[in-house]
């Protein structure tokens, strides 16, 4: 875990150079120019990007266009904005998450993109999506509210971890060291909002029948469970008596994913683009803007713990 209190990402240097006006202009003209120009912004040479044709028109929802009109996909935008952000200090960065809870339609989506980017085991869920009905019948209705952790700024489960392995690192995500934690699980007690499980090991194809009609344990389970998973950017085997087995997990904003300059999964599978993610420093992204915004709310914000996620209504 050395790795996630590092300062600077180990890959900063192979981020591309990009500014947020040089990827609108690269993308958002028409013509073989404007083509071949949003390709360079990611590293592609001119002459594939000529050999490839133009890519498919871009264009997002009105209120996710970029200042001055320019039509680009708001995965797109936040893309680039991130990639404005990892340029800079880490500590000058400061990541939240929105949920327009008017776009989500309960696919759970990003609950499952994040078991699978993750390889969460059974009982392990860093996204839930809480479903309740509203109204009298027949005038009833059902709202969606996904639920991942909340990044606060004054998180309760820090000061109660006895060794410290739970921490807010520089650019403010609230992390877990699992070759610290004991799994004494006070963090799941402290959090207010449920967004902590424990990993107690298990799979979801343990047990299955032996060859000898008896119910064997975790040596059977497919092999695809076992593998390894890159939480915080580091390779970890889910192996009996070995980290993260038995310690406290969480959602980390997919911080292995941002750091190479690529949105956290539950970002990229929303079908509504209703998960939106950035840097809230930087006031022209796209973040900053929903932020601003009248119908915007957090979860519990009467116990003072600022998070970082954000919903619109």
């Given at each position: 875990?050395?790795e996630a209190?590092s300062d600077q990402s180990p890959?900063?240097s192979r981020?591309p150079?990009?500014?947020?006006?040089?990827?609108?202009?690269?993308?958002?003209g028409?013509g073989?120019?404007a083509?071949i120009?949003?390709?360079?912004v990611?590293?592609?040479?001119?002459?594939t990007a000529?050999?490839?044709?133009?890519?498919p028109?871009?264009?997002?929802?009105?209120?996710?266009?970029?200042?001055?009109g320019d039509q680009?996909?708001t995965?797109e935008?936040?893309?680039t904005?991130?990639l404005?952000a990892?340029?800079?200090?880490?500590?000058?960065?400061r990541w939240?998450?929105?949920?327009?809870?008017?776009?989500?339609v309960?696919?759970?989506?990003c609950t499952i993109?994040?078991v699978?980017?993750?390889?969460?085991?059974?009982?392990v869920?860093y996204?839930?999506?809480i479903?309740?009905?509203f109204?009298?019948?027949?005038n009833v209705?059902?709202?969606?509210?996904?639920?991942?952790?909340m990044?606060?700024?004054?998180?309760?489960?820090?000061?109660v971890?006895?060794?410290s392995?739970?921490?807010t690192?520089?650019?403010?995500?609230?992390?877990v060291?699992?070759d610290?934690?004991?799994g004494?699980?006070?963090?799941?007690?402290?959090?207010?909002y449920?967004a902590?499980t424990?990993?107690?090991g298990?799979?979801y194809?343990?047990?299955?029948?032996?060859?000898?009609?008896?119910?064997v344990?975790?040596?059977?389970?497919a092999q695809?469970?076992?593998?390894?998973m890159f939480?915080y950017?580091?390779?970890?085997?889910?192996?009996?008596g070995?980290?993260?087995?038995?310690?406290?997990r969480?959602?980390?904003?997919?911080?292995?994913?941002?750091?190479?300059?690529?949105?956290?999964?539950?970002?990229?599978?929303?079908?509504?683009?209703?998960?939106?993610f950035g840097?809230?420093?930087?006031?022209?992204?796209?973040?900053?803007e929903m932020i601003?915004?009248p119908?915007?709310?957090r979860?519990?914000?009467?116990?003072?713990?600022d998070?970082?996620?954000?919903?619109?209504?």
């Amino acid at each position: 875990m050395a790795e996630a209190r590092s300062d600077q990402s180990p890959n900063a240097s192979r981020l591309p150079d990009v500014s947020r006006r040089g990827f609108l202009k690269g993308v958002a003209g028409v013509g073989a120019a404007a083509a071949i120009g949003s390709y360079e912004v990611f590293g592609i040479e001119p002459e594939t990007a000529a050999a490839q044709g133009p890519p498919p028109a871009l264009a997002g929802p009105p209120e996710m266009l970029s200042s001055g009109g320019d039509q680009v996909d708001t995965l797109e935008r936040m893309r680039t904005e991130m990639l404005v952000a990892l340029q800079k200090p880490a500590v000058d960065r400061r990541w939240v998450m929105v949920i327009d809870l008017r776009r989500c339609v309960g696919c759970h989506a990003c609950t499952i993109s994040c078991v699978a980017e993750n390889n969460l085991p059974p009982g392990v869920v860093y996204r839930p999506v809480i479903e309740e009905e509203f109204g009298t019948y027949p005038n009833v209705g059902r709202r969606f509210t996904p639920r991942p952790c909340m990044q606060c700024e004054k998180p309760p489960c820090v000061p109660v971890c006895p060794t410290s392995a739970t921490y807010t690192n520089e650019e403010g995500v609230v992390v877990v060291d699992y070759d610290d934690c004991i799994g004494c699980r006070a963090c799941l007690t402290a959090c207010p909002y449920g967004a902590r499980t424990a990993d107690f090991g298990v799979t979801y194809t343990e047990p299955t029948p032996g060859t000898d009609d008896r119910i064997v344990g975790r040596e059977t389970a497919a092999q695809y469970e076992l593998l390894p998973m890159f939480e915080y950017g580091e390779p970890r085997a889910r192996e009996d008596g070995e980290s993260p087995i038995g310690n406290a997990r969480k959602c980390h904003f997919c911080l292995h994913r941002v750091k190479q300059g690529e949105l956290p999964a539950c970002v990229t599978s929303c079908i509504g683009r209703a998960t939106l993610f950035g840097d809230a420093n930087d006031p022209d992204s796209l973040v900053a803007e929903m932020i601003a915004q009248p119908n915007v709310f957090r979860l519990k914000e009467e116990l003072g713990t600022d998070p970082r996620v954000f919903y619109l209504s």
